[in-house]
Structures are given as structure tokens and as C-alpha cells.
């Protein structure tokens, strides 16, 4: 009793706060971010450049930041959440103001030492928005259709910026992320059917006024991709024939032909998996699955643990968008659904990809930390 009473208190030790970090959780981030230096070690035949120097760089640094934001406390989180939101939302006004151009698109602001994507960010700071909002709802208002005008409005502002660089996918796994919290906070099954159907009636309008026309040529490769086999189908056909022929254990580390012959494109970051599967097979595939499941069940474990709903919420948020991304890369390479350019978490190559993991895991442990801390519901 008198342990966990000190950390209902504001006056936890730093030790006490260090013992409090999940070490199953931070074996499951090391062990997938080595596969993936592994994965980048690969594909680039055999060396640690350009790649995986770059990546475990930036890995260290991202595992110091995610520790110190694991021992903050969650009070000072849930105060900057909706600071952090609007500073998010200036971000991505900057990006069409001074933002770096890449592959056709403007979606950086290049900082000298990394090239920083603040949609990235904006999927950790909306869902915090949202716990902020929805810890201050009481039960009873949950689901009334007026509660739910201010968080879509958080949900859509951001969607609406992103879809402007343009960035379809990024602004996708916002919206589905904001759809997680409204599931993860008990909306009715009622609303979440009006939610879908005005989606679907949206999808004509987005169709002929909003989709550009290399967007539209994804979606027409991905129900055809023999269409254009040498040109916008090519990605998805390299990808499935890599996937294929890892077969069940795989060609072997380094042996993987698709990616060492560069018929796989962008193998160092959304095609990551790919490569993966080629030299692993469906063994390393799976091995990838069940570590992303644990991670998982981790984050709901410490969810479920937290007293306030501040705590629940972004731990479960966060958790379940890492897996979103995993979904959504894994389908994406299989062909399964249109390529949209979202990376595989800790594992493809990227600065911010890293660097955004790397804050929500910190959020999540931090929740974790200071579960038992009794939250205001306007901070």
C-alpha cells in the first residue's frame, strides 16, 4: 500500500519512476528496430551505408528522447495537448509555405539535420487533442451528437492540411486514427454507422474534385495491376513476386534476388517488408506479426491499468495507430489494398517515421509511469 500510494503522489523519486518503465515494451522496441537495421544492412548489399549507420543514430537518440518523455508527468502532457496540437497544425501551414518538395509532393520542412514531415507528428498530437477532449466528457454526454462537433472538427482540420501537400495515406491514417479513439471511448454503434455512410457517400466527391490524377491511377493499378506492368503497376507486381518466392523460410540473409538485383522498389522504406519477406519468408513475416501483437496487448495492458481517462485513451490511441501502420504497410505490399507510401514503424527507413514511434512510446510509458495520477478534467 504504501508503495503505490507514492506514486499516486506527485512526489515520485526518479528511481521510482525508472522502475516503473515497462521492460517488456522496451525489449519488443529494440528487438523490432533490429530487424530493422537488420532489413536496411540488406539493402544496401551488405553495409551498414547509407542506411542503417543513419538509422541506428537515429535510433539511440530516439530511445534517450522516449525515456525522458516516459518520465515526465502525464499531468504536463495532458496540459500541452492541445498546444501540442496547434503547434502541429502551424506545422503543416509551414509546410505549404516553406515546405521542401519530394516526389512530387510538399510534405517536409527541411531543418539541416533531418528533413522533419509534420504530418507525422500531427497523428501523435491529434490523438492527444482528442484525450484531452474526451477526458473532460462526462459518460453520460458521450453520445450526443453535439460532444462529437469539436473532436471531428480536431480530426478534419488536420486531414484537410495534409490532403493539400498532397498525402492521401497520411491523411487517411489521421482519419482512421481519429475513428479508433471514437471507438476506443465507447461512441454508439449507431453513430459510428452514420459516420460510415456519410463516408461512403463522400467517396464520389472525392473521387472527381479532390483526388489527384496520380492517386486515381493507384487505385485503378490496385484493382488491375497487370494494367501498366511496366509503369504503375510495377511496384505492387515486384513486390508480390519478392513476397512469393521467400516461399516459407526464405532465400537466406542477403540472398533475396528482387531486392539485390533493385527490382524492388524503395526497398528501404515502404518496401521494407518486402525484402523481409524475400530473405526471411513467411517464418520472419510472422515473426514481424506476433512482436507487433505483443506491442500491442502492451499498450492496452498499460491502458487498462491507467485511473484516468486521459491515460487510457492515449495509450490505446497511440498503440493502436503503431499497429494501424503496420496493417496498412502489410496490406499495401500485398496488394491487398492501393499503394499510399506508409512506412513500416522502427523498421523502413525514415527520420521522422523514427522519430514519431519513438514519442508515442514515450507517451505510452508515461502513462504507464504515473497511472495511478488523478487527472483534472480542465488542466
Same mark, same amino acid.
Given at each position: 500500500?504504501?508503495?503505490?500510494?507514492?506514486?499516486?503522489?506527485?512526489?515520485?523519486?526518479?528511481?521510482?519512476?525508472?522502475?516503473?518503465?515497462?521492460?517488456?515494451?522496451?525489449?519488443?522496441?529494440?528487438?523490432?528496430?533490429?530487424?530493422?537495421?537488420?532489413?536496411?544492412?540488406?539493402?544496401?548489399?551488405?553495409?551498414?551505408?547509407?542506411? #542503417?549507420?543513419?538509422?541506428?543514430?537515429?535510433? *539511440?537518440?530516439?530511445?534517450?528522447?522516449?525515456?525522458?518523455?516516459?518520465?515526465?508527468?502525464?499531468?504536463?502532457?495532458?496540459?500541452?495537448?492541445?498546444?501540442?496540437?496547434?503547434?502541429?497544425?502551424?506545422?503543416?501551414?509551414? *509546410?505549404? !509555405?516553406?515546405?521542401?518538395?519530394?516526389?512530387?509532393?510538399?510534405?517536409?520542412?527541411?531543418?539541416?539535420?533531418?528533413?522533419?514531415? &509534420?504530418?507525422?507528428?500531427?497523428? !501523435?498530437?491529434?490523438?492527444?487533442?482528442?484525450?484531452?477532449?474526451?477526458?473532460?466528457?462526462? *459518460?453520460?454526454?458521450? @453520445?450526443?451528437?453535439?460532444?462529437?462537433?469539436? $473532436?471531428?472538427?480536431?480530426?478534419?482540420? &488536420?486531414?484537410?492540411?495534409?490532403?493539400?501537400? &498532397?498525402?492521401?495515406?497520411? #491523411?487517411?491514417?489521421?482519419?482512421?486514427?481519429?475513428?479508433?479513439?471514437?471507438?476506443?471511448?465507447?461512441?454508439?454503434?449507431?453513430?459510428?454507422?452514420?459516420?460510415?455512410?456519410?463516408?461512403? #457517400? /463522400?467517396? $464520389?466527391?472525392?473521387?472527381?474534385?479532390?483526388?489527384?490524377?496520380?492517386?486515381?491511377? +493507384?487505385?485503378?493499378? /490496385?484493382?488491375?495491376?497487370?494494367?501498366? $506492368?511496366?509503369?504503375?503497376?510495377?511496384?505492387?507486381?515486384?513486390?508480390?513476386?519478392?513476397?512469393?518466392?521467400?516461399?516459407?523460410?526464405?532465400?537466406?540473409?542477403?540472398?533475396?534476388?528482387?531486392?539485390?538485383? @533493385? /527490382?524492388?522498389?524503395?526497398?528501404?522504406?515502404?518496401?521494407?517488408?518486402?525484402?523481409?519477406?524475400?530473405?526471411?519468408?513467411?517464418?520472419?513475416?510472422?515473426?514481424?506479426?506476433?512482436?507487433?501483437?505483443?506491442?500491442?496487448?502492451?499498450?492496452?495492458?498499460?491502458?487498462?491499468?491507467? +485511473?484516468?481517462?486521459?491515460?487510457?485513451?492515449?495509450?490505446?490511441?497511440?498503440?493502436?495507430?503503431?499497429?494501424?501502420?503496420?496493417?496498412?504497410?502489410?496490406?499495401? !505490399?500485398?496488394?491487398?489494398? &492501393?499503394?499510399?507510401?506508409?512506412?513500416?514503424?522502427?523498421?523502413?527507413?525514415?527520420?521522422?517515421?523514427?522519430?514519431? #514511434?519513438?514519442?508515442?512510446?514515450?507517451?505510452?510509458?508515461?502513462? @504507464?509511469?504515473? +497511472?495511478?495520477?488523478?487527472? $483534472? +478534467?480542465?488542466?
Amino acid at each position: 500500500m504504501r508503495l503505490e500510494s507514492s506514486f499516486a503522489s506527485d512526489r515520485m523519486s526518479l528511481w521510482d519512476k525508472l522502475s516503473q518503465l515497462n521492460i517488456g515494451l522496451l525489449v519488443l522496441i529494440v528487438a523490432i528496430s533490429c530487424i530493422g537495421f537488420t532489413a536496411l544492412y540488406s539493402a544496401a548489399g551488405g553495409s551498414f551505408e547509407p542506411w #542503417a549507420s543513419r538509422q541506428i543514430v537515429r535510433f *539511440v537518440f530516439g530511445f534517450i528522447m522516449m525515456i525522458i518523455i516516459a518520465l515526465i508527468d502525464i499531468k504536463w502532457w495532458q496540459k500541452l495537448s492541445y498546444f501540442a496540437y496547434a503547434g502541429g497544425l502551424l506545422l503543416l501551414l509551414a *509546410v505549404e !509555405i516553406m515546405g521542401a518538395i519530394g516526389m512530387g509532393a510538399q510534405r517536409w520542412i527541411n531543418l539541416g539535420f533531418i528533413q522533419l514531415q &509534420p504530418s507525422e507528428l500531427m497523428k !501523435i498530437t491529434t490523438i492527444m487533442a482528442l484525450a484531452q477532449y474526451f477526458h473532460a466528457v462526462t *459518460v453520460e454526454d458521450m @453520445n450526443k451528437l453535439k460532444v462529437l462537433i469539436v $473532436p471531428t472538427i480536431l480530426i478534419l482540420m &488536420p486531414v484537410a492540411l495534409v490532403m493539400l501537400q &498532397p498525402d492521401l495515406g497520411t #491523411a487517411l491514417m489521421i482519419l482512421m486514427g481519429g475513428g479508433i479513439v471514437y471507438f476506443l471511448v465507447g461512441i454508439s454503434y449507431w453513430i459510428f454507422g452514420i459516420i460510415v455512410l456519410a463516408g461512403l #457517400a /463522400f467517396i $464520389p466527391i472525392a473521387w472527381f474534385f479532390l483526388l489527384h490524377d496520380y492517386q486515381k491511377q +493507384r487505385v485503378l493499378t /490496385f484493382l488491375d495491376p497487370e494494367r501498366d $506492368p511496366l509503369g504503375a503497376g510495377y511496384h505492387i507486381m515486384q513486390s508480390k513476386i519478392a513476397l512469393g518466392s521467400g516461399g516459407f523460410d526464405g532465400k537466406g540473409f542477403l540472398n533475396g534476388t528482387q531486392s539485390r538485383l @533493385n /527490382f524492388l522498389p524503395e526497398k528501404q522504406t515502404d518496401f521494407i517488408f518486402t525484402l523481409w519477406a524475400e530473405e526471411w519468408g513467411f517464418v520472419g513475416s510472422v515473426l514481424i506479426l506476433i512482436l507487433v501483437m505483443v506491442v500491442l496487448g502492451y499498450c492496452f495492458f498499460i491502458a487498462m491499468r491507467c +485511473r484516468s481517462t486521459f491515460s487510457r485513451v492515449l495509450a490505446m490511441g497511440l498503440g493502436a495507430n503503431f499497429s494501424l501502420y503496420v496493417f496498412i504497410n502489410v496490406a499495401m !505490399i500485398m496488394g491487398l489494398i &492501393p499503394v499510399v507510401g506508409v512506412p513500416l514503424p522502427l523498421v523502413s527507413y525514415g527520420g521522422t517515421a523514427m522519430l514519431a #514511434a519513438m514519442v508515442s512510446f514515450g507517451l505510452i510509458m508515461s502513462a @504507464n509511469v504515473h +497511472r495511478s495520477a488523478k487527472l $483534472p +478534467r480542465h488542466p
